[in-house]
Nanobody
Framework: VQLQASGGGLVQAGGSLRLSCAASGRTFSSYVMGWFRQAPGKEREFVASITWNVDITYYADSVKGRFTISRDNAKNTVYLQMNSLKPGDTAVYYC????????????????WGRGTLVTVSS
């Protein structure tokens, strides 16, 4: 599975962005998809994940109620809708694919895309 994230940019606090992650590979629908982020000087942290059948989603406490993860298996794409953005959300966002539906750490994912930068100004 190859992954390519897009949709990052500069937005003011309180604004919204939608990130997309396009996947190649015929087995995309078999994978759990996750979003992680890494701010300068910080470790990569879990943001959200969604199982292959879209029944189960997990969110970091810091983004609950503001971010929504979704996927379209027909389009081999996973999305992260980010609302009410805060300066603390500034980071490079990565999408990842794995097989463990409970994985909320980077080590639980097998495939990673290149990140997309999100900058939230105050």
């Amino acid at each position: 599975v190859q992954l390519q994230a897009s949709g990052g940019g500069l937005v003011q606090a309180g604004g919204s962005l939608r990130l997309s992650c396009a996947a190649s590979g015929r087995t995309f629908s078999s994978y759990v998809m996750g979003w992680f982020r890494q701010a300068p000087g910080k470790e990569r942290e879990f943001v959200a994940s969604i199982t292959w059948n879209v029944d189960i989603t997990y969110y970091a406490d810091s983004v609950k109620g503001r971010f929504t993860i979704s996927r379209d298996n027909a389009k081999n794409t996973v999305y992260l809708q980010m609302n009410s953005l805060k300066p603390g959300d500034t980071a490079v966002y990565y999408c990842a694919a794995g097989l463990d539906p409970r994985a909320v750490v980077a080590g639980g994912y097998d495939y990673w895309g290149r990140g997309t930068l999100v900058t939230v100004s105050s």
